[in-house]
């Protein structure tokens, strides 16, 4: 079993920052690979960032140069740092690790709210 417990949403405003944490425990490795997915009110959770065991980072084209996922492997920590947010960035935040593949994680964080006023 896997545990992720995020932190560090809130109110933020438009053209603000926010950087999200996410702490593993259990089975899992500091370099597995890790992910943010987000949903917004009223649609479909999305995969927004994630890293891969070699360190490699993804990121969906809605975020790019505003996102970054990194890591803190000594912590089991990822973070998300979002800069520049739009108020439709307003979202609930999860971390997730799939051991398979990042369409269908097999552990979820519990989100964390995020809220952007304009």
């Known amino acids: 079993q896997v545990q992720l417990v995020e932190s560090g949403g809130g109110l933020v405003q438009a053209g603000g920052s926010l950087r999200l944490s996410c702490t593993a425990s259990?089975?899992?490795?500091?370099?597995?690979?890790m992910g943010w997915y987000r949903q917004a009110p009223g649609k479909k959770r999305e995969l927004v960032a994630a890293?891969?065991?070699?360190?490699?980072?993804n990121y969906a084209d809605s975020v790019k140069g505003r996102l970054t996922i990194s890591s803190d492997n000594a912590k089991n920590t990822v973070y998300l740092q979002m800069n520049s947010m739009r108020p439709k960035n307003t979202a609930v935040y999860y971390c997730?690790?799939?051991?398979?593949?990042?369409?269908?994680?097999?552990?979820w964080g519990q989100g964390t709210k995020v809220t952007v006023s304009s």
């Open positions: 259990g089975s899992i490795f500091s370099d597995d690979v």
């Open positions: 997730i690790h799939p051991r398979t593949t990042l369409m269908t994680p097999d552990y």
């Open positions: 890293k891969t065991s070699d360190g490699t980072t």
